[in-house]
């Protein structure tokens, strides 16, 4: 699973308008051989549904990436946690998707919408199985995934999305199955801030509900290559770049000083792309055999800033632009799944005093803090320092 395909997790969520913390909860265990993801919506809203939901989805995906058995954990839940005096239903709904280093995967569903599985873009349903705990009723389907499969789980605040304004009974399970359908798009995280986009627009910016949704998605692992900044040893240069080359997925390189030494030990030239002028984005760059060439300092802070901002919003954010910063960041999260960061700790005067300690560098801590971005955005980042 790690080697050839990738779970590609997406999920994002709407605040009950005049709420300040949602009643849905989620939370992703990503363990060595096993996936484990819990969406828990609490009865009612607010403070009260939050901790609800948390506790649900925090004592599952514990018990079950610590070996538990699947009715254990439901009855530990269904006896734990209170039900309401007032409407005597339950504390909180769940939905459970459990998926094995073989990409088989088990879904558990109690009382939230039925989940969503699209094969090779197309609804198919699921065979679901009844399990009673504590007189209630969970279903339990197992499918085997294959590449490209999505599952999609959400809130009921998805399938009421609507009711009263835009549509008189919400936005209904099959109408939601129908605009899954008619998404042809690469990314867990595109499908999943559309789909939420498209609530917050039916319930006209003020939701009436919590609105959660994850996104499954087997993909084939795609890698890139972003090299930033050259050793401080310059012998180190002619090892450092084959290095890099030779690594597998796309190429990208942020920094003049670091394309320079590409394309003199390449043998090649850079070759600076004038096509898009922005006077607020520094210009791109070319060099045979790389994907992507940018500037350095500059660019990666305004593509954090950017980065930021996308993480703040469930909406889709759209790179139709081809200056710098856009061209980086649709790299990174429209074309990828796992990002390696090559990080150089020369350190350009330009930018920073030369006297001040390597760890205070400028571009050092901008790239800690895209890392910790994309790592929000679902991808798997790694950082090698080339010295």
Known sequence: MKDTYYLDVSHHALHKYGEELCG?????????????????????????????????????????????????????????????????????????????SKNHARIIEFDNPPIFYLH???????????????NKEVWVSEIDLVEDDALIMVSDGVIHAGVGKLLNHG??????????????????????????????NLYEDMPGDDTSAVTVKLRKAEWTQVLTGPPERDDRDPEIVKAFIEEKGLKVVCGG????????????????????????????????????????VLTLKMALNTLKNINK?????????????????????????????????AINPAHQNPDFPKDLSIKTHIVEDLIKELKKAGKEVLLKCTD
């Open 24 to 100: 849905d909860h989620i939370e992703v265990s990503k363990l060595d051989d096993r996936l484990i993801v819990v969406l828990a919506d609490g009865l009612g809203s607010g403070v009260k549904a939050n901790i609800l939901a948390t506790l649900t989805s925090k004592i599952m995906s514990t018990m079950l990436s610590k070996g538990a058995d699947l009715m254990d954990t439901i009855d530990t839940i269904t006896k734990t946690l209170p039900v309401c005096q007032v409407r005597k239903i339950g504390y909180s709904t769940f939905t459970i998707l459990d998926i094995d």
């Open 171 to 200: 936005w209904e399970w099959q109408h939601v199955a129908d605009f899954l359908q008619q998404q042809n798009v690469k990314t867990a995280e595109k499908l999943t801030r559309r789909l939420l986009e498209t609530c917050q």
């Open 257 to 296: 000083t670091a394309a320079n030494i590409i394309a003199r030990e390449l043998n090649t030239e850079v070759r600076t792309n004038l096509e898009y002028l922005d006077p607020f984005v520094p210009p791109t760059a070319e060099i045979d055999g790389l994907n992507l060439v940018t500037e350095g």
């Open 313 to 345: 919003t469930c909406s889709e954010p759209i790179f139709h632009k081809k200056d710098g910063v856009s061209k980086l960041l649709k790299l990174l999260l429209e074309e990828t799944t796992h990002i390696q960061f090559w990080l150089g700790s």
């Open 120 to 134: 090779h873009g197309n609804l198919c349903p699921l065979k679901k199985t009844k399990m009673i705990s504590s």
